[in-house]
């Protein structure tokens, strides 16, 4: 079974906009970590922001913010204030358990941000 | 710090032929990673490394691939009897060890794109 589900292929979004990224997870462990990456085009990836599974507030990183949503199962990336190097793709990973620090990544979700 | 390093960038071989990825982490980083990326899709764990010893493997890694990290510093990465499905983006990242401050975060290096003709 799919770890992240990412079910957004591209979105489009106005510069100064807000935009948010949607991504669910599966996993039995209680403690987990979910992180969000960006990839530009050159190909380097790029840490944005982590969510721990015991963490009770949701993460925040300048403009990238974490909607976590733990019943739900889901950790959303909102990215406030849209601008031009935004435009890259976005994937949401997850590690599971303790001291196990490999990552499953989502497809993700390419976005652009137009002027 | 530089970060992390890959050599080479692109590598572009014969179907058949052996290939050899390095990877050099942040210096301090003990925990080393090997993914592989496929145009349009997420990275996909291949192997990580603790100091010098191998702790993982994915079902991914075929008898083909063998990665080696010998004095727990730089690693290397071995494609044996290259397959055109073997052409993606490998990535290595690395981490500090379990209960340091941000061990959890992974750093990545720019990646080596292999494309087998």
């Known amino acids: 079974a799919q770890k992240i589900t990412q079910t957004q292929p591209g979105m489009f979004v106005q510069e100064k906009e807000a935009v948010t990224l949607d991504c669910t997870y599966d996993t039995s462990d209680q403690s987990y970590g979910l992180f969000w990456y960006k990839q530009p085009s050159s190909g380097e990836m790029i840490f944005l922001i982590y969510?721990?599974?015991?963490?009770?507030q949701n993460a925040t990183e300048g403009r990238y913010s974490l909607n976590f949503q733990k019943a739900r199962k889901s950790a959303n990336l909102v990215i406030s204030a849209s601008q031009l190097g935004d435009s890259a793709m976005y994937f949401c990973?997850?590690?599971?358990?303790?001291?196990?620090?490999?990552?499953?990544f989502g497809a993700g979700t390419t976005v652009t941000v137009r002027a | 710090d530089t970060g992390v390093s890959q050599d080479p960038r692109h590598k572009i071989t014969k179907r058949g032929q052996n290939v050899t990825f390095r990877c050099d982490p942040i210096?301090?980083?003990?925990?080393l990673y090997w993914y592989r990326q496929t145009l349009g899709q997420g990275p996909e764990f291949l192997t990580y490394?603790?100091?010098?010893?191998?702790?993982?493997k994915s079902r991914l890694l075929s008898d083909r691939f063998s990665a080696e990290r010998p004095k727990g510093s730089f690693s290397t990465l071995e494609i044996q009897r290259t397959e055109q499905g073997d052409s993606a983006m490998y990535l290595c990242?690395?981490?500090?060890?379990?209960?340091?401050?941000?061990?959890?975060?992974?750093?990545f290096g720019p990646g080596t794109r292999l494309t087998v003709t």
């Open positions: 490394f603790q100091n010098e010893a191998q702790l993982e």
């Open positions: 990242a690395s981490s500090s060890a379990p209960g340091t401050a941000s061990s959890y975060e992974q750093y």
């Open positions: 990973a997850m590690r599971e358990g303790w001291g196990d620090y490999k990552l499953s």
């Open positions: 210096s301090e980083h003990n925990r």
């Open positions: 969510q721990g599974s015991y963490d009770e």
